[in-house]
């Protein structure tokens, strides 16, 4: 999960700083979108950011089903936990090794059947 999180901050962070230019349609705003939404008034813009209550938040959390700290079939992980144990294979560190590490994982849980 930390890989995809990684992933998705770098994502985020490239998104956020880099410059929307200029659109021919007038009213579109431009610039760079953390700017942007730090401070929409430099747009034209308003800010839509609304205060949410406790009690909303609560509500949601109770109607909100949230996994377990496991990523997929608790078995099945503590089994890819077990394969990767005994093989010496640490965590992924990027796409192409977590990518060899879902196929040996796989070919690895058809022969446990």
């Avoid at 659109?23 to 929409?40: D, T, W």
């Avoid at 959390?61 to 640490?90: H, Q, V, Y």
Wanted: hydrophobic share 35%; proline share 7%.
């Amino acid at each position: 999960m930390l890989l995809l999180q990684n992933d998705l901050d770098a994502t985020v962070a490239v998104w956020n700083s880099h410059n929307i230019r200029p659109s021919q349609k007038q009213r579109i705003p431009y610039g760079r979108p953390a700017v942007m939404f730090a401070a929409p008034e430099l747009h034209n813009c308003s800010d839509y950011l609304c205060d949410v209550s406790a009690v909303d938040i609560d509500c949601c959390n109770t109607e909100c089903l949230f996994r377990s700290s496991k990523p997929c079939d608790p078995d099945i992980f503590d089994w890819c936990c077990l394969i990767m144990s005994a093989g010496g294979i640490r965590p992924p560190e990027d796409a192409t090794e977590a990518t060899s590490l879902y196929k040996k994982l796989r070919e690895d849980l058809s022969l446990v059947n």
